[in-house]
């Protein structure tokens, strides 16, 4: 048998980190290979299948986000058209009468929707018309809303925030083109909210089957495809541990006709005499040495 | 089936095996899940646009109804294709808009399904195409119908723009993918493999002086410990023995000196125990250099709006050129930082200055992340730019420390490949993780991900053995030296310069700019300029081979030139528009493929007598610095060549000066070898 060998310095191995197989000390646990093959299988494929989902998840939330913020300015525009006319022919807000039943129409059309706002900020500035959370009347119009409207011109939208949601306004102008007014319309973003939730959790259960497959698949083909190799490696690390003694490394694995581990074979057959020559000749010195020894002791 | 006969074995087969195997598993996954994904956006969309159409009925309805209100009969309605061209060019989810009469007939009709729509359509439209109508009234009775159908193709169109989105995600991950497993293979399999093969080859010669120094727990490694307890035991057994010998050997007489002669023909190990072999893998680079360069990407997408949130108004400045400063901070502190990291390279070794850089980086990170004003801001992102500098060239130097003439292209090519990838996929994650976790946490990611490139370079890097005797020289004089040798003048002018110079003036300023004014969105125009990182990724490590296996170097690079300012300066011959743009980019690609990194490998055999000097890493430095020079003035010359002749000629302008760059090139390159070969100078161009 030959001796165990010492600790080994600056050993190597980045592998054995996650493997526990820590460098310059004995493995806590040995993993065969093609386990270590298919553990980074499962990694890659999760890895892969997550990024595609973040991604997808991102892309989904764009085209939502975008759908609804369109649709909802279908619906900005057309109650902007109805009112727009009017104060083009110089009326003012309060004069268009229709306007309060229009916007309590609208309210009931989009469940999105949680309030409308129609409001002057010239000359004074005022809610005119409401409907829904806060309707008109009840607050004062917020600072963001009435700078978005001076900013603005006829027909352009803008957005901002208020209690109960996000809000998609309009802005209305007289006809002097000057901005005097706006539609605001708010909308909760509890649906989006709902909507992106069930999308995430479908994408989690899709990233789970198709990482589970993948890896199932990985780990037969790495079975099927390193079995020869690591039982060719297994049988020569047998044959190395036996001093070179293929009899007792047990039967030579048939059939595999491997090239990596057939050359590792031909290569500890060369290690192994050569190891056995130095042996012999150390053999022979250490007996000279003892004989020399004992002579000069007898003597 | 023999073994090669050098030292190192080919894994070739192995690895193949293992690449496909995992590759194959990634790509089924993530079909997998782009198919599902692709279902479920399907099913959850089409309600989101079937919406919008009924929104856009009611809206477009009341239009109408005003009119029939005023007793106009539906038929003599004036402008009515006019309003609904508008509202198809504001709604492209909108296939066709009808105002039809009660029995069907089509009074107005328009959009770009209106040839499928059929008088008596229901309510499901054709090809079962959803269709939202509006009953329309004059005098409280019905007169006709507004129907508004979806478009056929629209759930189809934005699912091939997903499906394009997300294969551009399957290649990004696949790159990735690939560099996990190679470092993988290099680290458990073929690295540990080599060394055993080393070992046992050398033990077959008599030289037990070395062992792998490898332990693991699996079958290599049962393996490897096998060969490695042996070398060792018989180290123990021959410092045992001489030590016996040493006490008596003047007693042993002629039999034991022959004995001793017998010995002398193995080699054992100096000291107490034998060495352990350097695992040395080119490889290893690329993952710390990935992981590093990956963390400073992360916030490109999104740092000219991190900045604008610390903006400060700067008297004599623009809000443009203010916004601006912080990323010109950082290309200057980089561009003076790379010359004098070459120089610490060269005397502390790669492995040191990667280690070093960690905290200029960490620090610069944090603290930009941090950052509450725009003092800080640039403060802290221009330490991150010198931390960068020296990361960067300690790869290179650390390429440089493992390569030789014959494969330093092969070398080279490791680190823009990683560049690249690292570049593709930290651009696209970083803004994915800033929108979901917020700016200044994202740069806390970086910085994690800069922590774990410094832990793997500190696991995996070997340190230098010898430190070489290079003189400090400062960068001018330096520069001052390297510019009396011909040939590297003529490298850097016309190889270096134009290349950078096509690379940011065409590729990352102009393209962008003329697909957008082609009416391309953002997602186009990054699939497009994608192309050319991925044809460099695959192309660059293929001709890098060639380059060190033919010594095509020089060759190579001129070639390159010449290929990547071709297309260019083809685009109107190559179809214009967005065809030839993408040949363009393709040529632009390829070409660079050709000539990059041979061109870094060059450096070291045009300038042998400088590289004894002042050390091949300072003089990769100076290639940096001057590399630079191309980089900065690229937007500016593509800039003013657009607004004076337009995007077409601009480019064909810069294609025309590259490739009249290469061509000069090689015949300055012919010129200096034929002196050249008067002097004993080493030559392969």
């Given at each position: ?6 600790r ?25 290979f093609?386990y ?6 499962l ?20 085209i ?6 369109s649709?909802l ?6 109650l902007?058209?109805g ?25 009931g059309q ?10 002057e ?9 409401g ?5 008109a009347?009840?607050g ?18 803008w957005r ?14 007289d006809?002097?083109e ?7 319309v708010?909308?909760s973003?509890?649906?989006v909210d ?13 990233v789970i089957?198709?990482?589970g ?16 190799v ?6 020569l690390?047998?044959?190395a ?9 047990g039967?030579?694995?048939?059939g595999?006709g ?13 290690f192994?005499?050569?190891v ?24 | ?5 050098s ?21 089924i996954?993530a ?10 956006f399907?099913r959850d ?23 029939l ?12 294709d006019?309003v609904?061209?508008e ?5 492209p989810?909108i296939?066709?808009l009808?105002?039809t009469?009660l ?5 107005f ?5 209106a040839?499928?729509?059929k008088?008596t359509m229901?309510?499901?439209g ?20 507004l129907?508004?159908?979806m478009?056929k ?9 997903i499906i394009?989105?997300?294969a ?12 996990l497993?190679?470092?993988?293979i ?12 080393r070992t046992m ?7 037990f ?8 727990g ?8 096998t060969i ?21 050997a ?5 039999a ?13 190990a ?5 060495k ?11 993952m710390?250099l ?9 916030s ?5 709006n ?15 050129a203010?916004?601006g ?5 950082f ?8 010359p004098v ?13 990667f280690?070093?850089?960690l905290?200029p ?8 992340g941090f950052?509450?004003t725009f ?17 960067t060239?300690a790869?290179q130097?650390r ?5 030789t ?15 690249m ?6 651009t696209?994650?970083?803004g ?5 976790i ?5 740069f806390?990611?970086?910085a994690a991900?800069?922590l ?19 003189a ?9 030296r ?5 040939r590297f ?25 003329y ?7 953002q ?8 192309v050319?990182?991925?044809?460099m990724i ?11 296996q033919?010594?095509?170097r ?10 990547a300012g ?23 690609g ?21 590289v ?21 003035l690229g ?15 601009a ?9 009249g ?14 002196s ?10």
């Open positions: 048998m030959q001796s165990a060998p010492r080994v310095a600056d050993g190597i191995g980045f592998w054995g980190v996650v493997t526990k197989v820590a460098s310059g000390s004995l493995s806590l646990f040995g993993l065969r093609s270590k093959i298919t553990a980074t299988i990694v890659l494929v999760i890895f892969a299948s997550a990024v595609i989902a973040v991604l997808a998840w991102h892309k989904y939330k764009s939502l986000d975008a759908l609804v913020v649709r300015e279908v619906t900005a525009g057309h902007q058209n009112i727009q006319a009017p104060l083009r022919l110089g009326l003012s807000l309060s004069d268009v009468r229709t306007m309060q039943e229009q916007i309590d129409r609208t309210l989009d469940r999105m929707i949680t309030a409308i706002h129609v409001f900020t010239a000359p004074e500035r005022r809610m005119v018309y409907a829904g959370h806060g309707a009347g009840e004062a119009v917020p600072q963001p809303w009435a700078d978005a409207v001076a900013a603005g011109s006829g027909g352009r939208f901002s925030t208020a209690e109960g949601g996000q809000v998609l306004g309009v802005t209305l102008v006809r002097l000057q901005p005097v007014g706006g539609i605001a708010v909308y973003t509890a649906y709902t909507r992106i939730a069930a999308m995430t959790t479908s994408l989690t259960d899709y089957i198709a990482s497959a993948a890896a199932g698949l990985g780990f037969l083909a790495v079975q099927i495809l390193f079995r020869p690591s039982k060719r490696l297994k049988w690390a047998r044959f541990g036996s001093s070179g003694d293929a009899e007792a490394a039967p030579r694995p048939a595999t491997d090239a990596l581990s057939a050359a590792m074979e031909q290569e500890y057959g060369r192994d005499a050569a056995r020559e130095a042996e012999t000749a150390l053999g022979d010195l250490e007996t000279l040495v003892q004989t020399t020894d004992a002579r000069s002791r007898a003597s | 089936m023999s073994a090669k006969p030292e190192d074995m080919d894994f070739g087969h192995v690895r193949r095996r293992i690449i496909l195997v995992s590759g194959a598993m990634v790509v996954a079909l997998t899940v782009l198919l599902l994904t692709l279902r479920a399907e969309l089409l309600p989101e646009v079937d919406a919008k159409t009924q929104a856009v009925a009611t809206a477009l309805s009341s239009t109408f109804q005003q009119a209100d005023l007793g106009i009969p539906l038929d003599q309605l004036i402008g009515v006019l609904l061209d509202v198809l060019a504001g709604n989810e296939g066709y009808a105002v009469t029995d069907g007939t089509a009074v009709l328009r959009g770009p399904n040839a499928d729509v008088p229901g309510l499901a054709v090809d079962g195409a959803r269709e939202r109508s509006v009953m329309l009234q004059s005098n409280g009775e019905a007169v006709g119908r129907r508004v159908g478009a193709d629209f759930v189809r169109r934005s699912m091939t723009d394009l989105d997300l551009v995600v399957l290649m990004v991950s696949l790159l990735a993918t690939f560099e497993l190679m470092f993988f290099n680290r458990s399999l073929s690295g540990p493999l080599t060394l055993a093969m080859r050398r033990g077959a010669r008599g030289d002086s070395h062992i792998t120094g490898i332990r693991s699996d079958e290599v490694g049962t393996l490897i410990t490695d307890a042996r070398v060792t035991a018989l180290n123990e057994r021959f410092r045992d023995v001489m030590a016996r010998v040493g006490q008596g003047a007693a042993g007489g002629a034991v000196s022959a004995a001793m002669d017998r010995l002398r023909t193995y080699s054992f100096e000291d107490d125990r034998p352990p072999f350097q695992m040395q893998v080119l490889t290893d680079v690329r710390p990935l992981l590093y360069v990956l963390a400073g990407e992360m490109r997408s999104f740092f000219p991190f900045v604008k949130d610390l903006y400060t108004p700067i008297p004599g400045l623009s809000y443009e203010v916004l400063l912080p990323i010109s901070a290309m200057f502190f980089m561009a003076s930082a790379t990291s070459g120089g610490w390279a060269d005397r502390i070794g790669g492995r040191r200055l280690l070093l850089s905290i980086t960490l620090v610069g990170l944090l603290g930009t950052a509450q003092g800080q801001l640039i403060t802290f992102w221009s330490l991150n730019a010198i931390g960068y500098a020296m990361a060239i790869c130097s390429i440089a420390e493992m390569t003439g014959e494969n330093r292209a092969q070398g080279m090519a490791v680190f823009v490949t990683a560049i990838v690292a570049a593709i996929c930290g696209s994650f970083g994915v993780i800033a929108d979901r917020g700016f200044r946490a994202t806390i990611v970086s991900m800069v774990l490139s410094g832990l793997i370079v500190a696991y995996v890097f070997v340190p230098k053995q010898t430190k070489e005797q290079v400090r020289v400062p960068l001018m004089q330096a520069l001052k390297v510019s009396t040798n011909f003048g003529v490298l850097m002018v016309l190889g270096a310069v134009p290349a950078k110079l096509i690379l940011t003036g065409f590729l990352f300023y102009m393209i962008p700019l697909l957008a004014e082609l009416g391309n969105n997602s186009s125009i990054g699939r497009q300029m994608m050319y990182f991925a044809i695959i192309m660059s490590p293929l001709f890098a081979r060639l380059a060190d033919r010594g095509w020089g060759g190579l690079v001129v070639l390159g030139g010449v290929v071709i297309g260019a300066a083809a685009i109107p011959f190559l179809g214009g528009g967005e065809l030839g743009v993408l040949l363009a980019v393709i040529t632009l390829l070409g660079h493929a050709l000539g990059t990194a041979p061109l870094i490998a060059m450096i070291p055999e045009v300038c042998a007598e400088e004894k000097e002042l050390g091949q890493t300072a003089l990769l430095g100076i290639l940096r610095v001057v590399e630079r020079v191309g980089s900065v937007p500016l010359a593509a800039a003013s060549l657009a607004t004076l002749y337009g995007y077409e000629t480019a064909q302008i810069i294609g025309a000066i590259v490739a760059s290469a061509v000069l090139l090689w015949l300055l390159l012919l010129l200096g070898r034929a050249a070969s008067k002097t004993p100078v080493v030559d392969e161009a």
